[in-house]
């Protein structure tokens, strides 16, 4: 597994922006597709980004597509996510993740195809 540490979280007014940061380290990270997901309190783990190994391709659900943007840094083992026009509605904690992968086109929506997770960061967005 890779382990993952999330940054960049924080106290947002809506309308406002934030760039999530998640350092990979322990394995190569070009193996892994990475994802982003989210839990609000009382609610069920929600993915809103996923990119492929390569960077090359990118999946939002639609709660967050035109407002959130994954990218890669493979060079720097490092997937961020950029957050714009943030609606309280987001706020929850942000958690990144990584699947091992020999495909490199591949991005899964599904928690359970990710086998590395970081701790967590808090995204509050307020009105």
């Known amino acids: 597994q890779v382990q993952l540490v999330e940054s960049g979280g924080g106290l947002v007014q809506a309308g406002g922006s934030l760039r999530l940061s998640c350092a990979a380290s322990?394995?190569?990270?070009?193996?892994?597709?990475m994802g982003w997901f989210r839990q609000a309190p009382g609610m069920e783990r929600e993915f809103v980004a996923g990119?492929?190994?390569?960077?090359?391709?990118?999946y939002y659900p639609d709660s967050v597509k035109g407002r959130f943007t994954i990218s890669r840094d493979n060079a720097k083992n490092t997937v961020y996510l950029q957050m714009n026009s943030l609606k309280p509605d987001d706020t929850a904690v942000y958690y990144c993740?990584?699947?091992?992968?020999?495909?490199?086109?591949?991005?899964?929506?599904?928690?359970?195809?990710?086998?590395?997770w970081g701790q967590g960061t808090q995204v509050t967005v307020s009105s």
């Open positions: 990119i492929s190994r390569s960077g090359n391709n990118t």
């Open positions: 322990g394995r190569t990270f070009s193996n892994y597709a």
């Open positions: 993740a990584g699947e091992r992968t020999s495909v490199l086109s591949r991005v899964s929506r599904l928690s359970s195809s990710y086998d590395s």
